[in-house]
C-alpha cells in the first residue's frame, strides 16, 4: 500500500516513522526543510510538494496545524481533491473543527474519495511509541479501510460516529483537560496562599474527591511530580497556544447547538491571557503561574 504523508512536524514525523517500519511506501511533503531531511533519514521518499506525494497514493494521511491549512489544502482553485484517484482514502489527523473536516469530506465524496477525521490523544512521546489514541468519524466501513494503518500509529482506534465526530470527541476531550488543569492550579494555589506544602496537598486531594489525572499525573506545581512538564520548567509537553486553540474549537463547537460551555469559555479566556503574557510556547500546565496568589 502506498501512502502520501503530508505535515512531518512534531507529530506527523514519528507517526510517518512507524508508518515506515510498519513496512509501507511512505513519500511525504512538509514546507519545513528540516522536516523533509529527517523525513528521508528515517527512510521516507521525500517530495518537493504536495502534488509530487500523491502520485499513486493509496492513503493520504495529513498532520498540519488547524483548519485552515487543511482546507486550503484540499479545497478551491489551487485545491489538490483532484489529483487524487477516485478510491482513494484520506485520513486527517491534524486537529481542526469539525465543520471544517466535513467540508472537505463532502468535497472529497463528490470525486469518489472517502475521507475520515482521525484526531489524535497522546503528544509527541506517543506518537514516537506508536501508543496513540485516534477519535475516529466516518462510516464503519471507511474506519475498517483505514484500521491497518492508523494501528500502526497508535493503540487506540475508537469509533465516535459520523465524519466530524472524531473532531467533536477531541474537542470535548481536551476542553475538560482545561478546565481541570486550570482548576486543580487555582486548588492547589489557593491552599500554597495559606501555608499548605503543594505535595502534601496534592496527595490529600488525589485520594479525596477532586482526584483527577492532572494531579495525578500532570500536577502543574513545580517540585510536586518529577515526570511532569513543570519539574522541567514547563517545557516539552502540550503548548498553552495548542489548548487555547482546541478551546477555541470547542467554544466554536458549541455555537449554534444549544449546547452551553460557561467553563469551557472561561477556560479559553485564563489560556488567552496566558498567551498573551508571552508564554504561549511553554506547556499549557504553566498557567498555575498565572494563577499565583497576588500581594494584598
Ligand atoms: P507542528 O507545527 O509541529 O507540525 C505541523 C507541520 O505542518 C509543520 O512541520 C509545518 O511545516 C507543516 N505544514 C503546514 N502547512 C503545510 C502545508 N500546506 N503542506 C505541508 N506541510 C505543511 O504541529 P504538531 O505538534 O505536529 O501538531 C499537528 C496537529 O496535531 C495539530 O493540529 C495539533 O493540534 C495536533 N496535536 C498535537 C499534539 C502535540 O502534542 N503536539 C497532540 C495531539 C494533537
Known sequence: MN??????GNMGLPMAHNLIKAGFQVK?????????????????SPCINAADTLEGADVVVTML?????????????????RCLRPGTLLIDSSTIAATAAREVA?????????????????????AEAGTLTFMVGGTSEQLERARPVLESMGQRVLHAGAIGAGQVAKACNNMLLGIILAGSSEALQLGIAHGLDPKVLSEIISVSTGANWVLS??????????TAPSARGYTGGFATDLMLKDLGLAVEAA???GAIVPLGSSARNLFAMHSAAGQGRLDCSSVFQLLAARQS
Do not use: E
Not at 106 to 126: H, W
Open 217 to 226: 499525573h500532570y500536577n502543574p506545581c513545580p517540585g510536586t511530580l518529577d
Open 3 to 8: 501512502i502520501a504523508y503530508i505535515g512531518l
Open 106 to 126: 463532502s468535497a472529497a465524496a463528490n470525486l469518489g474519495i472517502d475521507m475520515i477525521d482521525a484526531p489524535v490523544s497522546g503528544g509527541t512521546a506517543a
Open 255 to 257: 455555537t449554534g447547538t
Open 28 to 44: 511525504g511533503f512538509d514546507l519545513s526543510a528540516n522536516a523533509l531531511k529527517a523525513f528521508a533519514t528515517a527512510g521516507g
Open 65 to 81: 496545524p488547524a483548519s485552515q491549512h487543511v482546507r486550503s489544502l484540499w479545497l478551491g482553485d489551487s485545491g489538490l481533491l
